[in-house]
């Protein structure tokens, strides 16, 4: 089976959070179950320096306001296209936007020509190649679907996966004429979304599956509390909606062989992470003592409860925590952690910034992760925890609900407890939450049996990836009907 992704992300080349992750590994575990992916990305400077080889297949006199063409090229394992598209993408800064984080203005020309190439792509443009299935993630490759069921592609099946409702392309009514799609498009049922442009809407309108990354999410989005605007129409396309659950790269992922780690270990060896653990003391300037790290590696923002965890420094010190954070985001957030570093020298460690490495170290190193999220499609940093013998501490919502199980007295004397819950968007569940870390903390059987059934969770894709497979396979076998 051949399916073509389409994503603004995808690691090791290009990564601002989970999406890109994803992006990475789902092809290489799908390619484990017989399903070939090729991944069309836009060609920003990091994308098109990576590869000395680029092959021009197709060429655009004039895509969006300037000469484009799809190169192909591999990397790590993955078969990719990239829309090399000067005008567009060639610029310093991020994937969305300049250094000093400021959206780019015309994103939304950017992510439609973006999903023009893809659409291009399902309808035959590429000599030889013709996907069984077109897969979009988020909106900035969602209007691939509007240009395919609008276009040649209009036959060809579709997925698209919402890893965060709270990004959706939402532009007005003027961009419309420049998208090129016909006028009847313009529609309620078509890309038309509260008087202006949805990117994300009309992906979700004209997709053959919806699919978002945890089940307990994909329930949430069909409420108006979780659903931001788009709950009516979810719950419209509620037959064709799953929740898969992510997997992470368990060989980029993996304590016994990871290279950021000071110590490598495994299960049999958890006493090595103290190696990792005094280079976490180091890094963050905490002292040493007995008491657990709680660290936070998180996009410093109100989604990720960073607010409420700023709130309650002050409370978890005093009940007896360290915490070193490594983030960024709203600067208002990045200054509140920083001042609460001042208050608590030794205590709390904040470092403002974006380091793959550190990540690695401080998961390898910290007793605990906080994931404080008032919402959370999946999470990944908790899948990383429960594979590093980091025992993840997470609000009781989206994917972190259902895949943390609570070490409360049934589960710890089961033996199948693997973090701690609690509730979300409070203060005082958080600080609830940290005593009771340090109180099983301060008991070696306890804890090394909670960090131990974390390491032995199944976090990998291989049963999410079948769970695709299967989706895939069902999608393909029904057809998508032509309009
Ligand atoms: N300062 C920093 N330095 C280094 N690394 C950092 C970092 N800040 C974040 N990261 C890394 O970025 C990734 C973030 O993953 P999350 O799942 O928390 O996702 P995010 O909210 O971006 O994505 C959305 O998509 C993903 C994928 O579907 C969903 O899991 C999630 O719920 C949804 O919100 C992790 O790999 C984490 O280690």
Redesign the pocket.
């Known amino acids: 089976m051949q399916v073509l992704a389409v994503t603004p992300e995808i690691f090791p080349l290009i990564k601002t959070?989970?999406?890109a992750?994803?992006a990475g590994a789902l092809p290489v575990a799908l390619a484990g179950q017989g399903v070939t992916t090729r991944t069309l990305i836009p060609g920003y400077p990091a994308v098109m320096s990576a590869f000395r080889k680029k092959k021009a297949l197709y060429q655009y006199p004039g895509l969006q306001g300037g000469k484009a063409a799809i190169h192909a090229a591999s990397v790590s394992g993955l078969d990719l296209f990239m829309l090399d598209a000067p005008h567009l993408f060639d610029r310093a800064g991020g994937p969305y936007g300049d250094a000093t984080g400021a959206d780019w203005p015309d994103n939304w020309r950017r992510f439609a020509a973006l999903s023009q190439a893809g659409a291009d792509i399902a309808g035959g443009a590429i000599s030889g190649y013709a996907p069984d299935l077109v897969h979009v993630h988020d909106w900035q490759s969602a209007m691939t679907l509007a240009y395919m069921r609008y276009g040649m592609a209009n036959t060809v099946p579709s997925v698209i996966t919402v890893?965060?409702l709270a990004f959706q392309g939402q532009f007005a009514a003027a961009i419309f004429p420049e998208l090129g799609l016909p006028a009847s498009a313009m529609a309620l049922d078509g890309v038309e979304y509260y008087g202006g442009v949805g990117f994300l809407k009309a992906g979700l309108q004209a997709a053959s599956a919806i699919t978002t990354?945890s089940p307990t999410y994909a329930q949430e989005i069909r409420t108006p509390a979780f659903g931001m605007g788009l709950d009516g129409l979810l719950n419209l396309r509620a037959g064709d909606l799953h929740g898969i659950v992510?997997g992470i790269d368990t060989e980029i992922w993996n304590p016994a062989t990871d290279p950021h780690l000071v110590a490598n270990y495994s299960l049999k060896s958890l006493k090595a992470r103290k190696a990792n653990r005094k280079a976490v003391e180091d890094r963050f300037n905490l002292v040493s003592d007995d008491s657990p790290i709680v660290c936070v590696?998180?996009?410093l923002t109100w989604?990720k409860g960073m607010d409420i965890l700023a709130a309650s420094l002050d409370d978890l010190v005093a009940a007896g925590s360290r915490l070193a954070v490594?983030?960024?985001g709203d600067q208002g957030l990045e200054g509140a952690l920083l001042a609460g570093a001042a208050r608590h020298r030794g205590r709390v460690g904040v470092v403002v910034?974006?380091?793959?490495a550190?990540?690695h170290m401080m998961q390898g190193g910290c007793d605990a992760i906080v994931i404080p999220s008032r919402f959370?499609?999946?999470?990944?940093?908790q899948l990383?925890g429960l594979r590093y013998g980091c025992v993840p501490i997470v609000a009781r919502t989206?994917?972190l609900a259902d895949t943390v199980i609570d070490a409360n007295e049934a589960a710890i004397a089961a033996g199948v407890a693997t973090g701690f819950q609690l509730a979300p968007e409070s203060a005082a569940a958080l600080g609830h939450a940290i005593r009771r870390v340090i109180s099983a903390h301060a008991d070696p059987m306890v804890w090394t049996a909670i960090q131990k059934q974390g390491m032995k969770a199944d976090v990998s894709w291989d049963r999410s990836a079948q769970k695709y497979v299967q989706l895939y396979k069902s999608l393909i076998a029904k057809g998508q009907p032509a309009e």
Do not use: I
């Open positions: 959070g989970g999406l992750d994803v890893h965060n990354v992510n590696v998180s996009r989604q490594l983030g960024s910034g974006y380091d793959e550190l990540s959370e499609p999946c999470g990944l940093t990383y989206g994917g």
